[in-house]
């Protein structure tokens, strides 16, 4: 599981997103943060929001983390769906930059609308300009926020912030907001080309009949 | 107790059980009553001045009282979960007063079928009623308060044991904080209690057994007893461990005879004929019953998120995935019922090739999940000098 293991330290590396995920999310709500890693960000928000959090994760050592972070955390697969979790059960519902290594990326993304009232999606743009240059220069991108060769890289559905817009559309889903940061900064001119990292607030516009 | 001793680094040392008696009556689920009753315990590590540090150990079919430790330094073997309990161990008896005993209904000092009935001064046998796990929790209750703890750090079990956790926390909410539940189920399957049949169909008609009153005809149902240990030792591994552990493994040439020729074979009567000679049938066939019944939710339409309604405790849920016996869809029923109640519950799925044994075994990952979540306990003051 070493793959997962690398997305956490990313996650370290590279929180920008915590502080706009943060604004998203209600004083003592309650959140799942799916592939949680290490547990910083529910950690993060118990501190500054005082949520009822519970994150879910499938590596061992994250796992350990997490506890060790006095973080509650589920152990299971995400590419199992989340048939634990009842319809709207939490208020929000986290997927930090995690959904570009999911394979069964539409299924995790509708199983969040079903058990969260609101889902936040975060994930590496690929349009981004340098990944654009890196690739018209003839290689893989490859950078701070995507640190992986091609051959070792566990992301399997990267996307473009247009891609995931098309995304949403086609499958009903109401983004109630959007964010495109670089470095921290928030990028509102042409986010396709200039953003890095894009964070979703999402709602589902109709429920699937279960 | 030193940790460094005779015993090796990390052992709670010599122990010695102790007797609690009661002689309130108590009435069981089943409405039969126990006139009085003794329990069989051991403790280890030191109860804190505020009596905060309490974690009572709950055993599964066939464990005892003895958690840990040796009564003698030759002892071959030390207790049943010594790998766990013991100064700086993952249940660390530095911080945590341990109590382990032996449940109703045993055959290891406890009041049980082997016991002699006060009103008849005949062994109980046949006349020792069922008992359940709500029967267990109740009496642990008791021994808790004749220990002076009104409330417990903790409630650790494994299989049957964390069946008594669960329970902990439905009847007791606001005397347990924490409970560790671990291989478990919140009921058993059909394929469960047709293996617990089993098993007590091999006693029941054992020529031996009597009616359930061998005691009086001086012997003992041997041949049933013994076949219903090699069938949960069976089931209690997986095929791959008993696969890596035996094979196909002959102990010499085939014979063409109905020997003990593999070594699959020559373990499982080894194992039977051991545990036949140091355990109780009568106990045996209770145990498999408590198993049996034991279904928190049926009061709840077999709504087990109902059922933990008034639970409070915190919960560690941890299952194994080679264990078919009381496999992690199970451990994950709990954990939703707990989610749907918004309690604090973590869980854990451990990769782990021992089936429902795995619970027993010291893996390292294993160990690492119950001492992060023990460390993760507060307790109150310190022991007392």
């Known amino acids: 599981m070493k793959n997962n293991v690398n997305i956490t330290n990313s996650i370290q590396e590279f929180r920008q997103d915590f502080a706009i995920i943060s604004g998203w999310i209600n004083f003592r709500s309650k959140v799942l943060d799916l592939g949680c890693g290490d547990g910083a960000l529910l950690q993060f928000l118990r501190s500054s929001l005082e949520v009822k959090g519970y994150g879910v994760e499938k590596d061992d050592t994250n796992w350990l983390a997490c506890m060790n972070n006095g973080v509650n955390v589920i152990q299971m697969d995400l590419e199992d769906g989340l048939s634990g979790f009842e319809d709207q059960s939490f208020d929000t519902v986290i997927l930090s930059q995690t959904l570009q290594a999911m394979h069964n990326t539409e299924e995790i993304v509708l199983e969040m609308l079903r058990v969260g009232r609101e889902v936040i999606v975060t994930f590496p743009n690929f349009g981004y300009w340098r990944n654009r240059i890196q690739i018209l220069s003839g290689n893989m991108p490859v950078s701070k926020i995507l640190p992986y060769q091609w051959f070792d890289t566990p992301n399997v559905h990267l996307c473009t912030i247009n891609d995931f817009d098309q995304f949403c559309r086609n499958h009903k889903i109401s983004v109630l907001e959007r964010k495109v940061i670089t470095d921290g900064n928030q990028i509102d001119l042409m986010p396709n080309f200039l953003g890095n990292l894009a964070i979703y607030r999402l709602k589902a516009n109709y429920l699937k009949a279960n | ?385």
């Open chain 2, 1 to 385: 107790m030193t940790e460094n001793n005779s015993l090796g680094n990390n052992s709670v040392g010599i122990v010695a059980p102790q007797t609690a008696h009661f002689n309130t009556p108590l009435t069981l689920k089943s409405g039969a009553v126990l006139p009085q009753f003794d329990l069989v315990y051991e403790t280890y590590g030191t109860l804190n001045a505020d009596k905060s540090n309490a974690v009572l150990i709950c055993h599964a079919l066939s464990g005892t009282h003895h958690v840990a430790g040796k009564y003698t330094e030759n002892d071959k073997y030390a207790g049943w979960w010594d790998n766990l309990v013991g100064p700086n161990k993952p249940l660390d008896t530095n911080k945590f007063f341990v109590i382990g005993l032996n449940n109703l209904g045993g055959c290891h000092g406890s009041t049980g079928p082997v016991s002699v009935n006060p009103d008849t001064n005949q062994q109980w046998g046949s006349q020792f009623p069922i008992v359940t796990v709500e029967d267990w929790v109740k009496s642990q209750a008791l021994l808790a308060d004749y220990l002076g703890i009104e409330q417990l750090a903790a409630v650790i079990g494994g299989s049957l044991g964390g069946m008594q956790a669960l329970q902990w926390t439905i009847a007791y909410p606001e005397r347990v904080r924490h409970a560790l539940v671990i291989a478990s189920a919140p009921n058993l399957t059909a394929q469960n209690i047709a293996f617990n049949e089993v098993a007590r169909q091999a006693i029941i008609t054992d020529p031996d057994f009597h009616g359930g009153d061998y005691y009086t005809h001086k012997v003992l149902p041997r041949r049933g007893l013994r076949i219903a240990r090699m069938l949960g030792h069976i089931t209690y591994l997986s095929d791959d461990a008993m696969g890596a552990k035996f094979g196909r493994k002959l102990k010499g040439e085939i014979k063409y005879s109905f020997d003990a020729e593999f070594e699959m074979e020559s373990y499982l009567r080894y194992q039977g004929d051991k545990f036949a000679g140091e355990f109780d049938a009568n106990t045996y066939l209770r145990m498999t019953r408590a198993l049996d019944y034991y279904d928190p939710a049926l009061n709840f339409d077999g709504d087990l998120s109902a059922a933990l309604n008034k639970v409070t405790a915190k919960f560690l849920v941890v299952s194994f995935t080679s264990d078919w016996r009381f496999s992690p869809t199970r451990s994950r029923e709990i954990v939703k019922a707990l989610l749907d109640n918004e309690r604090t519950v973590s869980y854990a799925e451990v990769t782990a090739a021992h089936g429902h044994d795995a619970f027993l075994m010291p893996d390292a990952h294993y160990h690492n999940i119950l001492r992060a979540y023990l460390n993760s306990i507060e307790v109150g003051t310190h022991r007392e000098k």
